[in-house]
């Protein structure tokens, strides 16, 4: 799949960078010289007509680009296990008082175990993708997982019932 991206210098104001939706859309992100990021959309008949802007906080703008990420990540994933006969993706809840808030990853031991592989762990808006062994779970991670059903109603188990 190709998405087609576009640079424009905005000469004393700054950058902007478009995403060309298939539809013909264009979606912006003007950085400005002061540090001020827009999001901004575009008419389809006209490309440097704006429809609508919204300023954006440092903060917003990483939510955003956070969100973004973590739903290309999780619909990436959704099209493999389509795509895959007897690969599963799961979302799996750690329990607020499970025995693995505080501790490592690998302590779960998940893959030797289950044979399920943990990808990524959602925090609150944040995506940790690929997640090390020694990333310390906290109460209200979601653990994203792969592996057969078999495997992933294993280590679903595995977390509820914690460090043996």
């Not at 540090?35 to 959309?41: K, N, V, Y």
């Not at 802007?53 to 296990?81: F, H, Q, V, Y």
């Not at 653990?143 to 043996?164: E, F, N």
Request: glycine content about 8%.
């Amino acid at each position: 799949m190709t998405v087609r991206v576009e640079r424009v210098d905005l000469p004393g104001i700054g950058i902007r960078t478009d995403v060309i939706t298939r539809s013909g859309r264009r979606v912006s992100v003007v950085s400005q010289r002061t540090g001020e990021r827009d999001l901004a959309l575009f008419d389809v008949d006209d490309p440097d007509a704006s429809t609508d802007t919204i300023p954006l906080t440092d903060d917003e703008a990483a939510a955003i680009a956070e969100l973004l990420g973590a739903s290309i990540a999780l619909s990436r994933l959704s099209s493999l296990s389509e795509r895959a006969v007897g690969l599963y993706t799961d979302e799996i809840s750690l329990p607020p008082d499970s025995k693995y808030v505080g501790r490592p990853m690998g302590d779960t031991k998940a893959r030797t175990l289950t044979s399920s592989s943990i990808v990524a762990i959602s925090r609150g808006t944040e995506i940790i993708a690929s997640p090390t062994p020694d990333i310390i779970f906290e109460s209200g991670d979601v653990i994203i997982a792969v592996g057969t059903r078999k495997g992933l109603d294993a280590l679903s188990k595995l977390i509820d019932r914690g460090p043996s």
